[in-house]
């Protein structure tokens, strides 16, 4: 199982309007848009917890995606609930409102297959759920985790100790600047390396994204989208894609690895963002996937 990725994170029902319309109650959370990306290349499996409400059908569209349902959980109650509103040019979401429901008492538990996944993604939640996972694991040979400015704010302690564990951490430029309190980039992953992780993911949007690795730097440009319809979930479907790559390949730890990864994590968030929820993603085939794949990496010129 050196190539199944175990994903920890939300599993959640969103409500989202943009420019092009809106939703109610669509599939989302973290772990789910990490998944729906990650299952195009490697086995996933999610642990996490929903609601009497979660839907039928969006149980089985996980299924049809290689992604294994074993750890998520179902409780007395409602699912995890998001409901927001972006602005015309998408810089901005607004939270309309928030209920956690049946999230709101998440404690992960691992079982025995869980625990031997070869590779982690601790996706956005409480450091200390990320942390307490992490010890209930057996070795994993790739350990990546997100976090987002709330935890910083609120529990930088135990995140920092989390750190010092992991090989790959995903933030986006505020994060890294919050966390480290320096405002050049490049200086605060040579400080987020130092508190343990190999490699630093900088996710910077429509601007694309930046690899630390190795003493080596490599900012490429986000895929060019002539509409986009949704951006939610776009920063994990970054990750999955990313991370599913990575686990597919005997080595993570190549620079052309990581570099590939980059790209194929690009092309994976490029789709998500062309229709709300997961759609987009849910109906992609792998020659589509390939042939953005080829066509960005060629414009770049990555071989």
């Known amino acids: 199982m050196k190539n199944t990725i175990l994903v ?38 999610i642990v996490g917890v929903v609601g009497e409400d979660f839907p039928g059908p969006f149980r089985r569209l996980l299924k049809r995606r290689n992604i294994c349902l074993e750890g998520l959980r179902v409780m007395p109650g409602k699912t995890f609930h998001w409901k927001g509103r972006y602005d015309r040019d ?8 928030t209920h956690l429901n049946v999230f709101e008492h998440f404690k992960p538990k691992l079982n ?3 625990a031997e996944c070869g590779v982690l993604f601790l996706a956005n939640i409480d450091p200390d759920l990320q942390r307490d ?15 987002m400015n709330y935890w910083i704010t609120l529990k930088k302690k135990s995140l920092v100790k989390l750190l010092f564990k992991v090989n790959l951490l995903f933030v986006n430029e505020e994060e890294a600047r919050q966390l480290t309190k320096e405002h050049n ?31 080596e730097v490599l ?34 730890r190549n620079l052309d690895v990581l570099k590939r990864a980059m790209s ?15 759609k987009r993603v849910g109906r992609l085939s792998k020659s589509e996937i390939h042939d953005r794949y ?7 010129s990555i071989k």
């Open 90 to 97: 998408f810089k901005n979401a607004t939270t309309i409102a």
């Open 294 to 300: 080829k066509k960005y990496v060629k414009a770049l």
């Open 8 to 45: 920890v994170g939300s599993v959640a029902l969103d409500s989202v309007q943009t420019i092009h319309g809106r939703t109610n109650k669509a599939l989302g959370g973290s772990a789910v848009h990490f998944s729906m990306s990650a299952s195009q290349f490697t086995p996933v499996r």
């Open 264 to 278: 194929y994590g690009t092309v994976l968030s490029s789709f998500s963002v062309e229709d709300f929820s997961v």
């Open 219 to 252: 900012a490429i440009p986000a895929q060019p989208i002539e509409k986009v319809v949704d951006p939610t979930g776009a920063g994990d479907t970054f990750a999955g894609g990313f991370m599913g790559y990575l686990a597919a390949s005997p080595d993570w």
């Open 185 to 215: 980039l490049i200086k605060a992953a040579k400080i987020l390396t130092g508190m343990g992780p190999q490699a630093i993911v900088i996710k910077r949007g429509d601007s694309g994204s930046m690899l630390f690795y190795g003493g």
């Open 112 to 114: 025995r297959t869980h």
């Open 133 to 147: 996972v992490l010890a209930q694991m057996g070795k994993p040979r790739l350990v990546a985790c997100d976090t």
